[in-house]
Each structure stands twice: as structure tokens, then as C-alpha cells.
């Protein structure tokens, strides 16, 4: 099989613009005000990948990439820049779509478990500062050590409060587990799953090999993440995203350099991503985005102002597509001056002043050249896409998604036995085969919380010499924090 692949021309400005398939795992940016075509940039670069057998990942936010599957080439503006450009061969296509859907409404179903998402994560879903967020650590040591499987939020609910319960005797172990952290923990949970987060929480979990598909003529499968309703949720859809692809990172094996990406993950309004951010978390993000591109995978990032990621991130996007900014006030004068500032200087373009200039579907591009430096930045037009701009109907989204070779495995949700139907069968035992309470000055019956306790504790030793008991190791970017991952 040939390691030589075409170029994927996106835009033509001198001349015609094209990024290298062995470089487009060297990450980018696709940046701009709302309006100026970055989500039409996206679908030419999802296109391009996808036509070349690459697979690629994508959130729709605003449910205007549906039409993917079918051939477009029919909008009139879509028609005035195939001729602006002289494209005499271009050819509406359609291309594969597997769509997802957290809530399970408008795609196969995504779920993870507890466990998969691990305490960092969902510390910062839940909005825990550092003494909750370290409460919750050890709530997740407690069921590791005790062979009790996080899976579900019920699963997580329960243990928090037997935690919560046993507090004094874990203290010793495990440190302080104060009484108020145990009840914001429960009081956040009770806010995400109105939100709708049982959904996600569940089995079976997703499993990202899925995402790895090319269809029978070789085009690479383009995933879509129905996200309108997820973004009411910014948090929340930005930490799932962060879990992606830190899971990403976990599981593929090291590639080095292909001839072309295994895999394209396009991180759409990735400002949510770093807003707020821990900083211990930031250092991991930009371990993961540095180190992700010897498993293959290019990571893109849509955000309107570049200057919206850290620099550590912005330094690490050699492809690059800059759509307008306004300038309406001093502050926003810096800004582009800033965003100026990232690219390779043109001694024929003044950058600043074009950034303000650009129309609807023009921007500033620069790509990575063969030897991985930025090419000088160029003034140009983005080629129109290929698939259809109006979104599916109701009835053609079902159709692309019961015709999918995944339908029916994710579609129904499994609830195996793991630490709330534990905990909850051992009280149930335990009270059953207590004695009655004992006449006159007898000893009151043992509580609940006791019963659970000592079957625990019973249960332990055999816990500890199981593969669960050992250790679930999880976490985002367990990796990185060191060892791997235990499945």
C-alpha cells in the first residue's frame, strides 16, 4: 500500500493551499469571529481528511453539519465560489457520518462509566474546589480498595454515602472527609443528573475504536457529536471533550510519523475548554495535545480568538486558518495585533489590517511546509465544500443512523452489578441474618452503616487479591500520572 497521499487543497490565495497529509497530525487552528465561515472551513477540512480514508471527529453545536451524508453544490453561494475560484472539476459528493448523541436522541448513544471518567474530571463537571475535589479522590480509592465498581451515578452516589457515613473510621487511611464536602458532592450530583448526565453515565461504555471506521470506498468515517442541547451545558461539554480525547490518548498505540493521521479530532469552541481551568489540568492538556501526535491524531481547535488558548496550546497548531476579527475597540485593536503576531510575517501583507478586512469565507491561512515549518501566511479564499449545507430532516437522520453497522449495540443500556447493588444486597444480607435485638439491657442492634462495614471488611481480602482489587487505575491522562490503564 502506497504511503503517498494528495494533498488536501483547502484555499487558494497566490497560489493554491494545500496541507500535507504527513503534517496535518502537527494539530491547528481554524479562528474567527461568528459569522466569518469558520463552521464551512471545518466541513472543507473534515471532507478533505475523510476523502483520503482519514476518520475524523467532530461536535455540531449548532446542528448545522447533518448534511454531511449527501451531496451538496446546489446553494447559490456555494455555486458563486466554484466559479470565483474556476473549479472546473468540482463534484458534490457526500460522504459516511456516524452520529452520536450523549441523550441518545439524534445518534447512537455515548456513554462512559464512573470509573473512565475518574475524579479530576468530574471534579471539575461538579464545580468542586480542592478539599471537595480531594474528598471525592478518596471516595474513588475507597471503592478501588474494596473491589467496588464505579459505573454508574447511582453507584457513585452510594459510595459517596458511605463514605460520608464512615467518615471517622476512614479518617485514619485516608485523611479529613468533612461532612459539608460529602454534601455539596451529593448536592452537584443531583444538579448533573438533571442535566441529563444518567444518560452518559452507563454502560456499555463507548468504545473509541469505533471511531476508526472507513466505509467500502475508503473514505474515512466523519463522527458527529450532536452537541445543541450538550452545550447548554458548556461545562460539562467541555470536560467530555477533554475526556475524549485524553481516552484517545490512553488507548492508541504509538505511531510515530505516518504518511497520514489515523485519526482527526476537531475541538469546536475550545475557549470553554480552558475557561476556568485548574492549572494542574492545563498541564496535562498540554502534555496531551504535544504527545497525542505520536498516536496519530491531529487535534484542530475552533475558537473564535486565538488568543483564547494558552500559549503553551497555540504554539503547538502549525496549520492554521485565521477568519476575520472586528476591531471596534481599543482592546479589540490588541487583540488582532496579538493574533497578528502568531503567524510567519509576510512582507507583502500588513496581517493586522487584513484580519479586519477579511469577508465571509476568506481568512489568513499558513500550513505546515514538508520540513514542519510554518509557510509564510497568505490571503485567501477557502474552497466551498462538497456535501450538502442544509441539515437532515428528522426522517434521514434516523435513516443514516439505523443504517449504521453500529445501530443496535449502543442503543441499549446494560446495569451490571457493581458498588450500589453491592453495598445494597450485603446491608440486605446483613439484616437478615442479624439476631433480634436482645431483651430488657441488651446491645441495641448494629445500624446499617455498621452492617455494610463489616461486610466489607470481611470481603476485603479477597477483594484485594482480585484484578478490580489491585487497582482500577483510571483517571484522565492516567499516563501521564503514570501506569496504565487496568480494563
Known amino acids: 500500500m502506497t504511503d503517498k497521499f494528495p494533498s488536501l ?83 458534490p459528493q457526500g460522504y459516511p457520518v456516524v452520529f452520536w448523541d450523549v441523550f441518545g436522541e439524534q ?7 464512573v470509573s473512565e471518567m475518574g475524579p479530576l474530571l468530574l471534579s471539575r463537571i461538579l464545580n468542586l474546589n480542592d478539599v471537595q475535589s480531594g474528598v471525592l479522590t478518596i471516595t474513588f480509592k475507597i471503592a478501588d480498595d474494596n473491589g467496588l465498581l464505579l ?8 459510595m459517596i454515602q458511605f463514605v460520608g457515613d464512615n467518615a471517622e473510621q476512614f479518617k485514619t487511611q485516608y485523611g479529613n472527609i468533612s461532612a459539608a464536602s460529602i454534601g455539596t458532592i451529593q448536592r452537584n450530583l443531583l444538579t448533573l443528573e438533571q442535566q441529563g448526565a444518567e444518560k452518559f453515565f452507563a454502560e456499555p461504555a463507548l468504545d473509541l475504536q469505533d471511531f476508526l471506521q472507513t466505509d467500502a470506498k475508503g473514505k474515512g468515517a466523519i463522527n458527529i457529536l450532536t452537541a445543541d442541547k ?21 488507548n492508541l498505540p504509538e505511531v510515530g510519523d505516518p504518511a497520514k493521521p489515523k485519526l482527526v479530532f476537531f475541538f469546536d469552541e475550545a475557549h470553554l475548554l480552558f475557561d476556568e ?58 487583540t488582532v495585533k496579538a493574533a497578528a503576531d502568531t503567524f ?11 484580519i479586519t478586512e477579511l469577508e465571509v469565507g476568506e481568512a489568513l491561512v499558513s500550513v505546515l511546509d514538508e520540513k514542519g515549518a510554518p509557510t509564510v501566511v497568505d490571503r485567501a479564499l477557502i474552497y466551498p465544500p462538497q456535501s450538502r449545507l442544509a441539515p437532515l430532516g428528522p426522517e434521514e437522520r434516523s435513516k443514516i443512523i439505523q443504517g449504521s453497522v453500529l445501530y443496535g449495540h449502543y442503543e441499549k443500556a446494560v446495569d451490571r452489578q457493581s458498588a450500589f447493588e453491592i453495598l445494597k444486597s450485603r446491608a440486605e444480607e446483613k439484616q437478615a441474618q442479624a439476631p433480634p435485638p436482645a431483651r430488657g439491657r441488651g446491645a441495641p442492634p448494629k445500624s446499617q452503616t455498621e452492617i455494610i462495614v463489616g461486610a466489607i471488611a470481611k470481603s476485603a481480602a479477597h477483594a484485594v487479591g482480585s484484578q478490580i482489587g489491585r487497582q482500577i487505575i483510571r483517571g484522565v491522562l492516567g499516563s501521564i500520572f503514570g501506569g496504565g490503564r487496568g480494563r
Open 344 to 354: 510567519r510575517a509576510n512582507p507583502k501583507l500588513n496581517v493586522a489590517k487584513v
Open 9 to 91: 487543497v483547502i484555499a487558494k490565495g497566490k497560489g493554491e493551499i494545500e496541507i500535507l497529509p504527513k503534517m496535518a497530525n502537527r494539530h491547528g487552528l481554524i479562528a474567527g469571529a461568528t459569522g466569518t465561515g469558520k463552521t464551512v472551513t471545518l466541513r472543507v477540512l473534515a471532507e478533505h481528511f475523510s476523502s483520503i480514508g482519514v476518520p475524523v471527529f467532530m461536535a455540531d453545536v449548532k446542528g448545522d453539519l447533518s448534511g454531511l451524508p449527501f451531496p451538496g453544490g446546489d446553494h447559490p453561494k456555494i455555486a458563486e465560489r466554484v466559479k470565483k475560484l474556476g473549479l472546473s472539476d468540482f463534484s
Open 107 to 113: 445518534g447512537h448513544p455515548v456513554r462512559a462509566t
Open 230 to 250: 450538550l452545550m447548554q451545558s458548556p461545562r460539562l461539554y467541555a470536560t467530555f471533550l477533554l475526556w475524549m480525547l485524553s481516552e484517545l490518548f490512553e
Open 151 to 158: 459505573l454508574d451515578l447511582k453507584d457513585l452516589r452510594s
Open 277 to 334: 481551568l485548574p492549572k494542574v489540568l492545563e498541564e496535562k492538556i498540554v502534555q496531551v495535545v504535544r504527545l497525542i501526535r505520536s498516536k496519530g491524531v491531529g487535534v484542530y481547535f475552533i475558537t473564535q480568538n486565538p488568543l483564547d488558548l494558552p500559549e503553551t496550546v497555540l504554539g503547538q497548531l502549525g496549520n492554521r486558518v485565521q477568519h476575520a476579527l472586528r476591531a471596534f475597540t481599543p482592546r479589540d485593536q490588541k
